[in-house]
């Protein structure tokens, strides 16, 4: 089946430092994927958008790359502050207007 | 706060009832879906709609789930004869159309458990 993947393990970071979030997609190429923030109680809100053609894209201190070749995107957050904590999902169209998300991963940034 | 709003925020309700959420999405946008999210897990897709046409339903949408967008705007999820696997979070979101991929935004969710 066609599986986008996520470490459900949850990530400890210091302030101050970078996370990296890691998804991985198996048995598909997805022409697009999605990068949310998910606040507890509360909806995802959409970051980035990276095309399969796009090495790497940014905004402010977020940063998404797209390796076809490991079939993985990885999530950086630079100079992370406790504010960033947050679930993190991973997600792909599955149609033009479906989406099919990941289990997300927690990020906990420590001051 | 994207604009999505949805309401009860919070349903409690026993097993066999029936319970509606309503969601009011960006008023010009014309696709509006319904994603279920549980504990540890991203959300799921249910079904959307393009103005009033309900355009996909997922295979998790089973016989006792009905949605419905009457005029275009506003939806409701309904859900009857509730069971406690239903119990989750049920998010709205919509979108405007625009030829290629599109944004979609999310409400804050209604979070349902059925006791």
């Known amino acids: 089946s066609q599986k986008i993947e996520q470490n459900s393990e949850a990530l400890n970071i210091q302030e101050g430092k970078t996370a990296t979030l890691t998804c991985n997609y198996t048995n598909y190429s997805p022409a697009y994927l999605q990068w949310y923030r998910q606040d507890p109680g509360r909806g995802p809100v959409f970051l980035l958008l990276i095309r399969e053609n796009e090495k790497e894209k940014r905004k402010e201190r977020l940063k998404v790359t797209f390796d076809t070749t490991l079939k993985q995107s990885l999530f950086h957050i630079t100079a992370s502050q406790p504010a960033d904590s947050a679930t993190y999902l991973c997600?792909?169209?599955?149609?033009?207007?479906?989406?099919?998300f990941g289990s997300g991963t927690r990020l906990s940034i420590r001051p | 706060d994207t604009g999505v709003s949805q309401d009860p925020r919070h349903k409690i309700t026993k097993r066999g009832q029936n319970v509606t959420f309503r969601c009011d999405p960006i008023s010009e946008h014309n696709r509006l879906y319904w994603y279920r999210q549980t504990l540890g897990q991203g959300p799921e897709f249910l079904t959307y709609f393009q103005n009033e046409a309900q355009l996909e339903k997922s295979r998790l949408l089973s016989d006792r789930f009905s949605a419905e967008r009457p005029k275009g705007s506003f939806s409701t999820l309904e859900i009857q004869r509730t069971e406690q696997g239903d119990s989750a979070m049920y998010l709205c979101?919509?979108?405007?159309?625009?030829?290629?991929?599109?944004?979609?935004?999310f409400g804050p969710g209604t979070r349902l458990l059925v006791l």
């Open positions: 997600a792909r169209y599955s149609s033009a207007s479906k989406i099919i």
């Open positions: 979101a919509s979108s405007l159309t625009s030829g290629g991929q599109e944004t979609q935004y």
